[in-house]
């Protein structure tokens, strides 16, 4: 329980409250930690009396004479739910260091309990992302998952909603406290499962069985998010999936990856359900699209002007009375720039299916 790290650590932080040499001990009396490296792995007989009889120890001069490895000072047993782990010892005229003694053992303990609950979270934090990640890739739930989910009590036989949340812009890594906070701010219902994956994506696959509404889980989602970039200034995104059955968890994670890439353009929470074309997108390999580009729009690439009026004439909507507004050209410049657009690339932007091809191309650019 007591590693000679968190001692060491325990008699940096004591320093700063009192000038005194501070030694911490363990149960067999062996100091772990020391002001005086050559002290460090010595026997303290007072430490070890100290936690055979789970009570403070005054060492005066004349004990000094009579215990092996002792000064004058104080011992004091550090417990930890209700048993000795160590001695903490502070060297000095007893009259003077004693009045210290129950904020520094005090002080001790929370470090302590500090560090075992912190332990505690990055091991259960760990389990969980693991067993998630096994969870999402597994076929059919084996035995082994079986037992992992009980041990968690995960219910694997509930329909769910997958949801991933990358944090974007920010400090990483980030703290095991952070972490802490922002996992247990979310108001999850009790057979909602969240972890973390990496430094910098939150996992969660909500209970659906319920029938819950879009737009309720987007409010919970959007309070979440706007906690996180207030609270921490991380700019923060979701892609959320589809309500699916157990055995096609891993379909509604895809669905969630799918729509992430497309709320990461704008920040903000995107639904599978909602997608349309970025349904034929994600699922065309990179060769695919770039060779799209080529047929398509590509004797046009370099040709900044026309192609971006090309983007304005797709944001307003086919307006050429807009488009030439908002790019200050005049009309006729606009007629002669579609006209060399249809030239070089064989497609006319009056009929729909050359115009679906241009728009569908300049949707794979962006992208």
Not at 33 to 58: M, P, V, W, Y
Not at 70 to 78: E, Q, T, Y
Request: proline share 3%; with cysteine; net charge negative.
């Amino acid at each position: 329980m007591l590693q000679p790290e968190l001692a060491e650590k325990i008699v940096r932080e004591v320093q700063k409250l009192i000038a005194e040499e501070i030694i911490v001990v363990n149960t067999e009396g062996i100091i772990m930690a020391s002001t005086n490296q050559d002290r460090l792995g010595t026997f303290h007989e007072g430490a070890f009396i100290t936690s055979q009889q789970k009570k403070k120890l005054i060492i005066t001069e004349k004990d000094v004479m009579k215990l092996e490895g002792v000064k004058s000072g104080i011992n004091l047993p550090i417990f930890f739910q209700h048993e000795v782990i160590g001695v903490i010892g502070i060297t000095g005229d007893p009259e003077m260091v004693t009045p210290f003694g129950e904020i520094i053992r005090k002080m001790t303990e929370l470090l302590i309990s500090e560090n075992y609950f912190g332990e505690q979270f990055d091991y259960h934090s760990r389990a969980m992302e693991t067993f998630v990640l096994e969870w999402l890739q597994a076929k059919e739930p084996s035995p082994v998952l079986l037992e992992r989910a009980r041990a968690l009590s995960i219910s694997l036989d509930l329909p769910r909603t997958a949801v991933i949340i990358e944090l974007g812009q920010g400090k990483f890594p980030l703290s095991r406290d952070v972490w802490s906070t922002i996992l247990n701010s979310f108001s999850q219902n009790k057979n909602d499962v969240l972890t973390r994956s990496g430094n910098e994506r939150i996992i969660m696959l909500i209970d659906c069985s319920e029938a819950i509404q879009p737009t309720s889980l987007k409010s919970r989602l959007q309070q979440f998010l706007h906690y996180i970039n207030k609270s921490f200034g991380i700019s923060v995104y979701a892609g959320v999936g589809q309500c699916t059955l157990p055995s096609t968890l891993h379909h509604s994670y895809a669905q969630a990856e799918r729509a992430l890439k497309l709320a990461e353009k704008n920040r903000s929470i995107i639904f599978d359900e909602e997608l349309t074309l970025e349904m034929i997108t994600g699922v065309l390999t990179q060769e695919v699209k770039s060779e799209f580009i080529q047929r398509t729009i590509g004797p046009i690439l370099k040709e900044k002007d026309l192609l971006m009026t090309l983007n304005e004439l797709f944001k307003q909507n086919h307006s050429l009375k807009n488009t030439a507004q908002s790019l200050h050209i005049h009309i006729n410049t606009l007629h002669y720039r579609l006209k060399k657009i249809e030239e070089l690339t064989h497609l006319n932007p009056n009929t729909i299916h050359d115009l679906f091809c241009l728009y569908f191309a300049v949707q794979l650019l962006d992208e």
